[in-house]
């Protein structure tokens, strides 16, 4: 089992996940927040769910506060920008910590396999880790990357049977 499979996170509603739950699936993990420039791009990241979800893609939003505080809102907060002005359907999770001492241990993984920047720091929020169906990160996404420009990438993941 690949280290990916063995780390979990809270969802956003306070249940347990474990990213073993994903064995199989490619992965897009997307450092979210509702007060972004970016925060647009959940329609694309949704867009991408619902067009490849039967053929194995799963996005996991995990919403962070640590760039201009643009994620100060609770659950309740999130959920009202990601569910019901986006639409979004794909797994959200509770707010984490993706850089320093308090970065969440998946975080912390998906920066020492794909470090981009030096140190592997997190530039801002909508920075995107693609795991293929094996667990093994592929690539890593800047945050002015839209959804559509990563479809390629996507697709070439969800081509491999490699599990």
């Known amino acids: 089992m690949t280290p990916f499979y063995q780390l979990s ?3 956003l509603r306070g249940q347990p996940g474990s990213m073993a739950d994903y ?11 509702s007060h972004c420039g970016f925060t647009p791009q959940y329609a694309g990241l949704e867009k ?18 640590q760039f201009g505080k643009q994620e100060p809102g609770d659950a309740d907060a999130i ?6 002005n986006y639409g979004v359907s794909f797994p ?6 993706v850089n320093g001492p308090a970065t969440h241990p998946l975080f912390r993984y998906l ?3 794909l470090p981009g920047l030096p140190g592997g720091w997190i530039k801002w929020n909508f920075t995107k ?10 690539r890593r996404f800047a945050p002015i990357t839209t959804p559509e420009k990563m479809e390629a990438a996507i697709r070439t993941a969800l081509e491999s049977k490699t599990v």
């Open 92 to 97: 959200m999770f509770e707010k984490v910590a």
């Open 79 to 84: 959920a009202q920008t990601c569910y019901i």
């Open 48 to 65: 991408l769910y619902k067009k490849y979800a039967d053929q194995g893609l799963v996005v996991l939003g995990f919403p962070c506060n």
């Open 111 to 113: 920066k020492t396999a």
């Open 129 to 138: 880790f693609l795991i293929g169906r094996d667990g093994t990160p592929l």
């Open 9 to 11: 996170a809270t969802r």
């Open 23 to 33: 064995a199989g699936k490619v992965v897009l993990v997307v450092n979210t927040a």
